[in-house]
Structure formats: C-alpha cells, structure tokens
C-alpha cells in the first residue's frame, strides 16, 4: 500500500552533515507516523528517530539526540533526518518507516511499524 523511498546518503567525514530524506507514495502520507531507523553489518537494527503524524512530537535515540532532527512536510510526503555532528560510529544503512495510525502516537520499536524504505548508505570517515 505504501511505498517508501530513502535518499541522501553518502560519504561524510567526521563532524560533517547531511540531510536524508524519504518520499512516500501509494497512501494517505498524514495517517502515518514515520520513524527512521539504522543498521550497521554485524548489528542489529536500531531505533534513531520518530515523528507522529502531524510533526508535533518527535522522540530521538539517546546517541543521536542533541545532533539529529527528524522533520516532515505533509505537502510533499516526505520525512527527514537532519544529521550534524556526525560521527564514525553512525556508519549504517539507514531506513525510513511508516506506522499506520488514527491518533497522535509514535512508536520507537521498529516491529510496530508496517512498510519499511530500500535503505541508504551512510558513512563517516575519520
């Protein structure tokens, strides 16, 4: 029903930024709350931000919070990831989410949420 599309990855040097950003289709973009989560080789995936479905509540991973921002624009079905400050240890493929819901919640736990992005490549040189 929903398709989800990540963008934005690269490489970056330490203390470096970027911005990731995914674009939804197929689905009432506004009904979703969307999350963005991360998974390096050998670990298992990682919680790193949330949103609900209007942008009015946002939660973060302790490790990224202060240096991360999660945002959306309703207008242009998309969600994004402002990412400063990078660090090597953020080196992931990082994936966008989308949680159907009918309130104002948000969920931190990746098997709450129903469609799930291809993925983009992040990494932080030293």
């Known amino acids: 029903q929903v398709q989800l599309v990540e963008s934005g990855g690269g490489l970056v040097q330490a203390g470096g930024s970027l911005r990731l950003s995914c674009a939804a289709s197929?689905?009432?973009?506004?009904?979703?709350?969307m999350g963005w989560f991360r998974q390096a080789p050998g670990k298992e995936r990682e919680f790193v931000a949330a949103?609900?479905?209007?942008?009015?509540?946002?939660y973060y991973a302790d490790s990224v919070k202060g240096r991360f921002t999660i945002s959306r624009d309703n207008g242009k079905n998309t969600v994004y990831v402002q990412m400063n400050s990078l660090k090597p240890e953020d080196t992931a493929a990082y994936y966008c989410?989308?949680?159907?819901?009918?309130?104002?919640?948000?969920?931190?736990?990746?098997?709450?949420?129903?469609?799930w992005g291809q993925g983009t490549q992040l990494t932080v040189s030293s």
């Open positions: 989410a989308a949680e159907r819901r009918t309130g104002w919640g948000v969920s931190r736990r990746s098997n709450e949420y129903d469609y």
């Open positions: 197929g689905g009432t973009f506004s009904n979703y709350a």
């Open positions: 949103i609900n479905r209007s942008g009015g509540t946002t």
